[in-house]
């Protein structure tokens, strides 16, 4: 028997998987497929027969043959562990499979039982059906694929080189991707659509373009209809770098555009002045609302014109989306928003904002907070029954689970986790959460806890794990212990050793540079390991943020916008001429990233701070109802400043 955390992995479990094999013979397993010794996986697959990890067995022997199985063996796979995440991951691999083979009638077969297709398991199943004579795929196709530049699949590239042998696309459609690809600066697709409407690109042309676009634009050839997608790209280029000067250019020359090509060129100094947070973008939207318009753009033109608390072309602009989109959080929050203080509204709104105060998310909070009423409480805890955690523990998935972070393979575990919880309902998942929370698996905790519907457990969801480190440094700093809660959530879910893929560390997730910069300030000799040192990591990351917290006016959502994306941007979002309400600059923040996090950090430390028992909240007051004009100075952010500029963020 392998010595596992009693905790959770009981009898119960035994009943049903009978005895265990050593990890070692699991742990061989694991390694003999990663080396492709298929003479070491049949051997160790008949040693882990009954085991709780048979299943990993078979499929590791599986997969290194699937080229060149019996398909009835895929089959068997498939029928002895229904409803895995190895199931579902096999089953993925053999349509490729399948699809090499143009296997169609097997693929569409074996697709209909995939739960989360990946783009080209979705371009395949669009083939396969253009093979089986599917003139509805050849639409879809169309729809979806056609007008993108840059597919994140080669199938779907292949998707369209099909679509190309039909009779479905006209020059118009050759016209939209040729555009699209020129801005992508996607040569070789342009050149392939230039090709089919009988034209030819200059690759010198397109060089220069893509290096001096300003040469192109005081010089430009747009006596012709490549002639303007030409300078259309150029445009979009050299905006990128200076608008100002692109507007002039545009200016000079929109008048030689035909009326489609036009509002075109509008549409793209829009966008780009939309993500400079150029309040003149939400007029060059309304030039360009009757050309090609992405969801993606509208959303932009909605930001820009809350941005510049324009609120009838937020209402315009919010009309636009597909009714799908309409029916968002945040689309329907601004919808009630923009038409406060119109009196013959009042009643919708009210009804609209009621309907959103239901729930405590970001937008239930702010909803709250303009109907007047604050959140006093969370819901009732959920405490799971004797009969709820035997259910868990004897939950396969689940103990698999358990068992693989036990053995510190995070990301089979996560995977198994995930996929065991997501069709589980209220009680099923608080009874896991526990069972995570029980063995610090706390960011599973959270996942399993946050899922519910009807019952809850706020404990759960917003676990305070490292309490007394956490409550040490934040009444040392005085830092609001809410407010950390909610940033260490956010940051790492309290995974000690987590690391993001700009090189951020530990709870806090602070830069390297970030944290010796804190470290040189405290007096505290740095080395690379203590970030992920759980009590030098808060007291780093709480200094810190208390730090950005004062060089940034004591606003709390400037200093969690610049804890993400750097001190610096969150300045330089503020509006220079006037003030700004709290959820008009988060919502106008350009950076996807970062403006979801604002709204996440702000929102779990409400809870936190109900469950700190600190009395009723106000996402709004605590958020700080307005941020303040932007006071333009020669230095920013005073001394220090370039040090301690961390961002954690993904560049956009």
């Known amino acids: 028997m392998r010595v596992r955390f009693a905790a959770f992995i009981c009898a119960n479990l035994l009943a049903i998987t009978g005895a265990w094999a050593d990890d070692k013979d699991f742990l061989a397993a694991r390694d003999a497929f990663k080396q492709g010794d298929l003479i070491a996986l ?60 143009q296997d169609w009638a097997n693929y569409q077969q074996f697709y209909a039982a995939l739960q989360r297709p990946e783009p080209e398991h979705k371009c395949y199943s669009l083939i396969a059906r253009i093979h089986m004579a599917d003139k509805a795929a050849l639409a879809q196709a169309k729809s979806d694929y056609w007008p993108v530049a840059n597919n994140s699949s080669n199938v779907c590239e292949q998707l369209n080189s099909l679509l190309m ?50 040469k192109y634009l005081a010089n430009p050839d747009v006596e012709t209809a490549l002639g303007h997608e030409l300078y259309l790209a150029a445009l979009a280029r050299y905006a990128r770098a200076d608008l100002n000067k692109a507007i002039s250019y545009w200016q000079t020359v929109e008048k030689r555009f035909n009326h489609e090509d036009r509002p075109y060129g509008w549409r ?99 909803a709250r907070d303009q109907l007047g009423n ?72 959270i996942y399993a806890a946050e899922r519910t519907k009807q019952l809850h457990s706020y404990s759960l969801r917003y676990l305070t794990p490292y309490e007394e480190v956490v409550r040490g440094y934040t009444q040392e700093l ?31 997730q602070l830069m390297p540079k970030t944290a010796q910069w804190v470290a ?3 007096n505290i000799p740095y080395h690379a390991g203590m970030v992920n040192e759980i009590g030098t990591n808060v007291r780093l990351g709480t200094y810190y943020i208390s730090y950005v917290f004062k060089q940034l ?40 990233e970062t403006r979801d996090y604002v709204k996440k950090v702000m929102t779990n430390a409400v809870h936190y701070a109900l469950g700190f028992g600190q009395g009723a909240q106000s996402i709004t007051e605590r958020m700080g109802t307005r941020i303040p004009a932007r006071i333009v100075q020669s230095s920013e952010l005073g001394e220090g400043a370039v040090q301690a500029e961390q961002a954690t963020l993904v560049e956009e």
């Open 42 to 101: 049949t051997d160790l697959r008949g040693k882990l027969q009954g085991d709780i990890f048979q299943v990993y067995a078979d499929y590791y022997w599986l997969n290194k043959q699937l080229d060149t199985i019996d398909p009835i063996a895929v089959i068997s796979f498939l029928q002895n562990y229904p409803d895995t995440w190895l199931a579902e991951k096999l089953r993925a691999e053999w349509l490729i499979v399948l699809a090499k083979r």
């Open 165 to 214: 042998q039909q009779s479905i696309l006209t020059n118009d459609d050759y016209w939209l991707r040729l555009r699209l690809a020129l801005q992508a600066n996607n040569r070789s697709l342009a050149r392939t659509l230039a090709g089919k409407l009988g034209l030819d690109l200059d690759n010198k042309l397109l060089d220069q373009i893509a290096q001096n676009p300003q």
């Open 268 to 366: 793209i100094l829009a966008v780009l002045a939309a993500k400079k947070q150029d309040e003149r973008a939400v007029d060059w939207f309304k030039l360009s609302e009757h050309v090609y318009w992405p969801d993606e753009d509208k959303e932009w033109a909605i930001r820009i014109a809350i941005r510049a608390e324009r609120w009838d072309e937020v209402l315009f602009f919010i009309n636009r989306l597909t009714a799908d989109k309409q029916q968002e959080r945040a689309w329907k929050y601004w919808r009630a928003r923009a038409m406060l203080g119109q009196p013959d509204k009042a009643k919708l709104v009210q009804a609209m904002l009621s309907g959103l105060a239901v729930d405590d998310d970001y937008y239930g909070l702010l």
């Open 478 to 508: 005085d830092v609001d212990p809410a407010w950390v809660y909610g940033l260490i959530r956010q940051e790492s879910r309290f995974v000690v050793n987590a690391k993001s893929v700009v090189g951020a560390g530990g709870l806090m």
């Open 374 to 445: 604050k959140i006093h409480s969370q819901p009732k805890i959920y405490v799971p029954t004797e009969a709820d955690k035997k259910v868990a523990q004897n939950h396969q998935g689940l103990q698999r689970a358990l068992a693989l972070f036990a053995l510190d393979l995070r990301t089979e575990a996560v995977r198994e986790w995930n996929w065991s919880l997501r069709n589980a309902d209220d009680k099923l998942l608080l009874a896991a959460a526990e069972q995570a929370a029980n063995v610090r698996w706390y960011d599973r905790a």
């Open 553 to 592: 006016g004591n606003q709390p959502v400037l200093a969690t916008a610049g804890y993400n994306a750097g001190p610096s941007r969150a300045k330089q979002w503020q509006a220079t001429n006037r003030t700004l309400p709290v959820d008009v600059y988060t919502e106008s923040i350009p950076f996807t």
């Open 520 to 522: 040189n300030r405290l």
